[in-house]
């Protein structure tokens, strides 16, 4: 077994499913995998094969043209003026389709008011116990027959203003992370501190935001199911591919990062793979496919800045900030190995 090959193929081979890709990146792609692997695939038992593959479980769920319509426009103009100017639009459409694709009508109409009002979304995921769900310190408990949703989460992108918020938190018992859709009053109980200069010229500020909150089932995000953040991320991270591909070659253009023949085609093939599982319903091989295109986005972003090819400080930042929003390489690899090694496991395990 070539370990290079064999567990870089999880990437590449998830990739090609959609568009073949130039053999510098295919290349480039497994040594990182090669870097990215950790104590647990490198010492135990490992798969000889991973050619069986789950079940496809396809959906009908599909953002609709609006959005699609919308997203592209939006990607044109990043590649005309950066990412600056038309960030917090892309972001705003995000919310809108989240909201559009998994909230009942009444949190529609609470929505519609609080905008109304003034006020702006903001999505807490990224959380202050790390990647996994099962380490989350924003948990729900309940506390003298009240449910109290204690919340830390970092990096948040939002507004001076008042603010009302998603927040993926933890459940007792649950195998998912749950979203709670928080009123801006609910919010105002929360702390809220600047964590790090603002980024993208100065255009996104991002906060830290701790704080307890009483909630009930009725802030609960659930006409998605279960699996409500995993669709939603599905959806939004081709849409930010392909505009993080797009702001690179307006980087390029204004002399603030060298592109080589290489890295042009690696861009071209990156964001046709995303513009293809953009208009994708969700399904388990989308899923897959989405998460190695954010591993390759991430890993293009990283290599332009290891390379000494992104020139100034601030546009590094940017970039390698970009390869941990939303599914660092490491995440994504980590989910990708663990569902191809549910049906490929060595069969000593699987009689166990």
């Not at 408990?141 to 927040?167: H, N, P, S, Y």
């Not at 500020?205 to 909150?213: E, I, S, T, Y």
Request: proline content about 5%.
């Amino acid at each position: 077994m070539n370990y290079t090959h064999h567990y870089g193929n999880l990437i590449t081979d998830a990739l090609e499913s959609v568009s073949p890709l130039p053999e510098r990146l295919r290349a480039d792609l497994h040594r990182s995998v090669v870097g990215l692997l950790d104590s647990a695939l490198i010492i135990e038992e490992p798969c000889a094969s991973f050619e069986r593959k789950p079940a496809e479980m396809a959906s009908t769920l599909q953002v609709d043209e609006r959005f699609a319509g919308a997203l592209d426009r939006i990607v044109a103009a990043v590649e005309a003026d950066g990412l600056a100017p038309h960030y917090m639009k892309m972001m705003r459409e995000f919310a809108t389709a989240m909201f559009t694709l998994f909230s009942t009508d009444e949190q529609m109409a609470k929505v519609r008011a609080w905008v109304a009002a003034g006020s702006s979304s903001c999505f807490l995921m990224t959380d202050a116990g790390g990647p996994s769900p099962a380490h989350w310190k924003t948990q729900v408990r309940m506390a003298e027959g009240t449910q109290m949703l204690g919340v830390d989460k970092v990096w948040a992108m939002g507004g001076d203003g008042d603010l009302f918020a998603i927040v993926a938190a933890s459940v007792p018992n649950g195998l998912y992370p749950t979203a709670f859709l928080l009123s801006p009053e609910q919010c105002r109980a929360l702390r809220r501190t600047e964590a790090g200069p603002a980024m993208l010229d100065g255009v996104i500020r991002l906060q830290n935001v701790k704080g307890k909150v009483e909630v009930s089932n009725a802030d609960k995000l659930t006409r998605g199911g279960p699996t409500m953040l995993n669709r939603l991320l599905t959806i939004v991270r081709p849409q930010l591919v392909r505009c993080l591909m797009s702001h690179l070659k307006w980087l390029a253009r204004n002399g603030r990062a060298e592109l080589d023949d290489d890295t042009r085609k690696a861009i071209e093939s990156i964001q046709a793979i995303a513009a293809h599982l953009a208009v994708r319903p969700y399904g388990n091989s989308v899923v897959t496919q989405v998460m190695a295109a954010k591993f390759a986005s991430n890993e293009l972003l990283a290599r332009l800045v290891a390379d000494g090819r992104v020139r100034t400080p601030a546009d590094q930042r940017d970039l390698l900030a970009f390869t941990k929003m939303e599914g660092s390489s490491y995440r994504c690899l980590r989910e990708i190995y663990t569902k191809a090694y549910a049906y490929n496991r060595p069969a000593a395990l699987k009689a166990a």
